[in-house]
């Protein structure tokens, strides 16, 4: 079945650091990706997607691509901040109908 | 967009007994899924909630423990039975616009926790 493996955490960075969360998939047919955070204490929210190969989502200042050919939607962010500290969730949609597969998460913790 | 009201927020419960978690969205919706998060975990798919029909449960779980109503387009009901120390989690609702949404939305969560 469908699935989504992300790098084991948690990842420390201090302030105005470059990041970068990896995510791959495996999946039949075209999936959509998205990536959804979690603020301590707050529910999940949606952070960006990508609906077809090569689509670049963005919001916040962090992007991810569809890599179809290397089945991954990696997250990265130029410089993260303090408030940017959170779980990082990669997940997918298969076809439409279905609900998101998500994968472990990943924590990030930002120190100034 | 669609907002996802949860109740209870929280509880604790003795083992053996049932808990009845409800979902409110604000809009009229296609898609309802419930979703458990385990302490420091991903979130598991329960089950999708199909409206005037059976839900549809994923590998691992059971209609006889996890029961679940969607009585119209914008409720839905999960109730964990005969709870465990195990059943100890956050429970969350989830819900998509359409069969081709772009955006599921999510609920605040449920923490549950059995002794």
């Known amino acids: 079945g469908d699935s989504v493996t992300q790098m084991e955490g948690p990842v420390t960075l201090s302030e105005e650091a470059f990041l970068t969360i990896n995510c791959t998939y495996t999946?039949?047919?075209?999936?959509?990706l998205f990536w959804y955070v979690q603020y301590p204490g707050e529910g999940l929210q949606l952070l960006l997607k990508?609906?077809?190969?090569?689509d670049k989502g963005s919001n916040k200042g962090f992007e991810a691509t569809y890599r179809k050919e290397t089945t991954s939607f990696h997250l990265e962010k130029g410089s993260v901040q303090v408030s940017d500290s959170a779980v990082y969730f990669c997940?997918?949609?298969?076809?439409?109908?279905?609900?998101?597969?998500f994968g472990k998460g990943t924590t990030l913790s930002v120190s100034s | 967009s669609a907002v996802i009201s949860q109740k209870p927020s929280r509880d604790i419960c003795q083992r053996g007994t049932s808990l009845t978690i409800q979902c409110q969205v604000d809009?009229?919706?296609?898609?309802m899924f419930w979703y458990r998060q385990q302490p420091g975990q991903s979130l598991t798919l329960i089950a999708t909630?199909?409206?005037?029909?059976?839900?549809?449960?994923e590998s691992g779980f059971v209609i006889d423990k996890f029961p679940i109503s969607r009585p119209n387009l914008t409720f839905s009901t999960l109730t964990v039975s005969n709870m465990s120390p195990e059943d100890s989690s956050i429970y969350l609702c989830?819900?998509?616009?359409?069969?081709?949404?772009?955006?599921?939305?999510f609920g605040p969560g449920t923490r549950l926790t059995v002794l």
């Open positions: 989830s819900a998509g616009e359409t069969v081709s949404y772009n955006e599921q939305f």
């Open positions: 999946a039949t047919g075209y999936p959509s």
């Open positions: 990508a609906t077809k190969a090569d």
């Open positions: 997940a997918l949609r298969g076809q439409a109908g279905t609900a998101l597969i």
């Open positions: 809009s009229q919706v296609t898609m």
């Open positions: 909630a199909n409206q005037g029909s059976e839900a549809t449960y």
